[in-house]
Each structure stands twice: as structure tokens, then as C-alpha cells.
């Protein structure tokens, strides 16, 4: 792995867990009744899809990498694509 890709996925590897850290905080604050419950749960909603897309272009970029392909050419999918995924 090149310089450049192990930055690219400490980039990609470091909004992940400032997303995680953001959900956690806005679900304490969704069980404490801190903030709105309708806007807190469209936050939650958009955060959610937003780390799904994160997830998913890591996974993108790691599977090219063992394939011998480019991971640069990976890219963020559609959110209706990336919701459909099974766990």
C-alpha cells in the first residue's frame, strides 16, 4: 500500500469514527429528551446513511487493493444503493 492510500483510508478511517462519536452523542441526547425528537432523529437518519457510505467506500477501496486495481477509483455510492445492503 502506497503512501497515499494508507493516508486516503486513515482519511476515510477518521470520519468514521467522528461519525460514530456524533451518533452516540445524538442518541444520549435523543434517551435524555436534550434535543428535538424529530430533528434529532433526521440528524440521526442523515448520520446514519453517511456512515454507511463511509463503510462502504472502505470496503470498495479494500477490495480493489487485493484485486491489484486501483482503491483511487473507488467511489461514494448512492445512499438508496447503500441502504439496501444486507448486514
Do not use: F
Not at 27 to 44: C, F, K, M, S, Y
Not at 66 to 76: S, T
Amino acid at each position: 500500500m502506497s503512501n497515499s492510500e494508507a493516508d486516503a483510508e486513515r482519511q476515510i478511517l477518521g470520519r468514521i469514527q467522528e461519525m460514530i462519536s456524533q451518533e452516540k452523542d445524538l442518541r444520549d441526547r435523543l434517551a435524555e429528551n436534550t434535543i428535538d425528537q424529530p430533528t434529532g432523529h433526521e440528524r440521526l437518519g442523515r448520520l446514519e446513511t453517511e456512515l454507511d457510505q463511509c463503510w462502504d467506500l472502505l470496503r470498495q477501496r479494500r477490495a480493489r487493493a487485493a484485486a491489484g486495481q486501483d482503491p483511487a477509483e473507488a467511489h461514494v455510492r448512492p445512499a438508496s444503493q447503500v441502504e439496501d445492503y444486507l448486514s
